[in-house]
């Protein structure tokens, strides 16, 4: 969705760019040989700015505003100012999971004091058409404005938490849908309590407590975090990296200097399998806390990842970094067809997962060793573990990986009856085509070129892809 809206933007200028009139108004402006260029430029910035701004003032779009009302009662108070609304009624709505947390957990059952009102203040009467989505009367009315606090009493991967000292939030659990608008851009300010200081995963602005998002998916994809934390940031390819840890002095700097370090290496062991990183900027935000949900481990969002580690032990942490971190493409950005887009309203069951998840942990331990923090033997070792924990499992022989996937909303992250987990049948998957494809090539081709082909052949061209799909990309590579 990201990728779609900065080429959006980007032909929508050249268009401009190579219009008869605009090269006519530069022209005009042409003093002299020696300050053509300039010139040429200057006339496109007179000539184009105007009509962007004129574009970004009439189109529908979101600013939302995120205080916290209470420390001690744990709220936020949450506001949605929507703009240029064109037709007679919109739907608004808020999403009942997160992606990657295959739970329904509703959200709005942390919501207080829900309200929408017009410019002059009066409050309208929304009717609920869905369990979280509002259906509002809008004719005549070019803004209205939807307010509400939240409370934010759980620290979990899915959840919205304010402390003492802290407070945390993706934006999935605060931020309303306006449907059928989802492609549009909205900025967030925040407003924070004395002594604190923020950081998110979203866009920075130049204000400090403003941010932006370029669409919606991307909008509810970035968590943010408030109030005291330590952070250390680096560089990899050019762009900045952020190691945030909660509570802050619970990471020592040589701790943090050893993780970095590794982190460093394992996004550069990642991305020469794609060609570079996909992101401006990512954050990866580590809590030495016990997730107060079954909502605990980690869980990787579309440039950012955040983790529970128990002990601050980079040794430990980096197997549970590499995974995420491969998650920025392989599901963030590589998406099983039933997930593209993402429908918040409900469960999204894929047969994929096992794609998803299972790759995930295989490439995780690859990244590992070809980045020099595993050696071969411990390698294998992860190999050897994925192989046993399915070996052992009767349920394999009637539950496969696909219906291991379509059924993970079962029981995500509350035990069933049959405990089959398409992580490591998907592992022992990818470590299995990576094998056969590297054997009938000669080792020419292997899982990397399958990663990569999905990667160019579906995200790049903003669709999911199938199962179908998936085995005509296995297919071409494994030809000799
Ligand atoms: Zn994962």
Redesign the pocket.
Known sequence: MQIRTCRTMRERFSNRILKPSSMGHAALLRKGPGSFILTLATGLILFLAPAANAQRRDAFHIDYTVSISSVEGHLFHVTADVKNIKEPHLELSLPTWTP?WYTVENYFKNVLRFKITDATGKWLQPEMIHKQTWRVETKGLDSIKLEFDYRANVLALNQAKISSDYAFFTGIELFVMAVGHRANPSSVRFQLPNGWKIISALTETRDPMVFTAADYDTLVDAPTEMGKFDVNQFQVEGKPHYLVTTPAAAFTKDNADKFTAMLARVAAAQSSIFGGLPYDKYVYFYFFSRPESNAGG???HLNSHVAFAFSPNPDFMIGTAS??F??TWN?KRIRPAEMWPYDYSRENETPLLWV??GF??YY?NVALYRAGLRNRQQFLQSVEGAIRGVESNEARSYISPANSSVSTWVGYDTPVAFGISY?TQGQNLGALLDLSILQDTGGASGLDDVMRALYMDFYKKDKGFTTENLLAIINRFSTA
């Open positions: 990657g980690a869980l990787e995974h995420e491969f998650h599901v998803s998840e995930t942990n995780g992580y």
